[in-house]
């Protein structure tokens, strides 16, 4: 009993002894290959940009989506891509929100059962093309007569009106909301002219004298969902417009990304009630007798698209002063924005020639 004993002892210690040595060996083995693995991972080169070389980041429109490409070149410094690519990223938020401000401009329109709603067709087609301008003629329900006379003066009709939209990227539209009292005499009339000569844009707004800014928000908004355009102008209906000198001056600040165009002053502000022009918030703007911030006058301005975009993304916040023309003005006040102070603009009767406009003399 005791031989087997010590035998089977024996046996049991030789393999350990085995064990042992096997265990060792596979250790050592994983520790050879876990070198060897590292010190290859150690070889790939890391992907920093050199300072001879840098990374251009750039944006791709693709239908709806946005792509960010990274492209490589090697003569700007570091400095200058930097500044190269904020500016892309910029152009890329800025391209963002104008699509969102439109797709909601949409929803809200449709979702409303406003008029625009009408105009989803054209939104349509319109919706990947570029345009130079878009004209706002501002005008109320007994404004036939003026409208008339815009007409047949310098607002081109029919095929000639669709030639200078698809050849100049000019489109013109009379601007008017609905009357208090929905589908009433009003606007079956203004639908009846509308069917006749097709350039009317109707807005989701009650028009009223006193709701002038806040018409001039939602034209703005409205038309910025229409039309991808370089600027937005704005322009009353007793106004003649040469659309050449317009164009002219336009056409000088295309590259400048938030431009406001006008005939700049600085008026009093009314205090006493009564007045035309009163401003009942007189009080906003410092002691009586002082005078509004430099603005836009009224009868004709015009902004870029980026600023155009802003009153569409912002229009629920913006605050509405009893004039237009000082509403417009203050929605940009603390923005990065360049005011062109161009006397063309200053509409006089009677007419000059070489100016952009000039007051309507027809009888009204």
């Known amino acids: 009993m005791s031989s087997k004993s010590k035998g089977w002892g024996g046996e049991v210690t030789m393999r350990n002894v085995m064990s042992r040595n096997w265990a060792f060996l596979l250790c050592f083995c994983s520790f050879c290959a876990g070198v060897l693995f590292t010190n290859r991972l150690s070889m790939v080169p890391e992907s920093r940009p050199s300072r001879i070389g840098a990374e251009r980041i750039y944006s791709e429109p693709d239908g709806c989506n946005q792509k960010l490409v990274i492209k490589h070149t090697s003569n700007d410094s570091p400095g200058e891509a930097t500044n190269h690519v904020i500016q892309e990223l910029n152009k890329t ?8 401000a439109a797709s909601r401009a949409m929803h809200e329109s449709v979702h ?14 319109n919706s990947k093309k570029k345009y130079f301008m878009v004209i706002g003629i501002n005008t109320a329900f007994n404004s036939r007569k003026r409208r008339d006379s815009v007409r047949a003066t310098w607002m081109p009709q029919g095929k000639e009106r669709k030639k200078l939209e698809e050849e100049k990227g000019i489109v013109i539209r009379f601007v008017i909301g609905h009357s208090s009292t929905a589908g009433g005499i009003l606007d079956k009339a203004i639908e009846a002219e509308e069917q006749v000569n097709g350039d009317l844009l109707r807005l989701n707004h009650v028009e009223g004298y006193l709701e002038l800014s806040a018409k001039t928000k939602t034209y703005f908004s409205t038309a910025v969902a229409l039309w991808d355009a370089e600027f937005y102008v704005k322009v009353d209906d007793d106004v003649h417009v040469n659309l050449a000198t317009l164009g002219m001056i336009l056409s000088k600040h295309r590259l400048k990304p938030r431009v406001y165009i006008g005939c700049m002053k600085s008026g009093p502000v009314l205090a006493r009630k009564g007045v035309k022009y009163h401003e009942p ?23 870029s698209k980026d600023l155009a975009t802003y ?6 916040v913006l605050h509405k002063y009893a004039n237009e023309d000082v509403s417009l003005g203050s929605w940009f006040i603390g923005l990065d924005v360049e005011q062109v102070d161009d006397r063309r603009l200053c509409c006089g009767t009677p007419p000059v020639w070489g100016r952009a406009c000039h007051l309507s003399l027809v009888g009204i």
């Open 311 to 316: 009153i569409s993304i912002n229009q629920d």
């Open 112 to 125: 409303n059962g406003s008029p625009i709603s009408g105009n989803l067709k054209t939104l349509q087609s």
């Open 93 to 100: 938020i800025s391209n963002l929100e104008m699509k969102l």
């Open 281 to 303: 918030e007189y009080w906003k703007f410092g002691e009586v007798g002082n005078k509004y911030f430099r603005h836009a006058t009224g009868q004709l301005y015009a902004i």
